[in-house]
């Protein structure tokens, strides 16, 4: 199971930071990460995953199909090459078009986000 935690409060921010294993058991918490936030477009942050399942690829699949049923985005930053998201060409999740990939090893320059940002629940 994956830490799963918001980027700011959940009056303001939709954005998600995701640390460990995301597999199909994540699938509920991040759904109702999600519902509790503003209803604004979501960025999902993977660059600090541990790894994707292929399971965990459908989640995220999922997710973007939801969310785009509501008129909303889902765009997932991650490490280009890493051993975490290897899962993405594996399942050419990829190539999905719900989902905007941006491959980034900056952590800071894509999400701005900062520690004191990070809300766990």
Known sequence: ???IARVGSADTSDDLIVW???TDLDSERIRSKVDQ???RDVTLDLREVEE???DGCLVLKGLAYYLRSWGRTLTVL???ESFGTRSF???ALLEDPAITFIGSADADSVSGVHEQDVKVD
Do not use: C, N
Request: glycine share 16%; hydrophobic share 35%; aromatic share 0%.
């Open 89 to 91: 060409e594996t399942t």
């Open 1 to 3: 199971m994956a830490v």
């Open 52 to 54: 994707v399942t292929e």
């Open 20 to 22: 460990g294993r995301l």
């Open 78 to 80: 991650h490490m280009p």
């Open 37 to 39: 936030g503003p209803g």
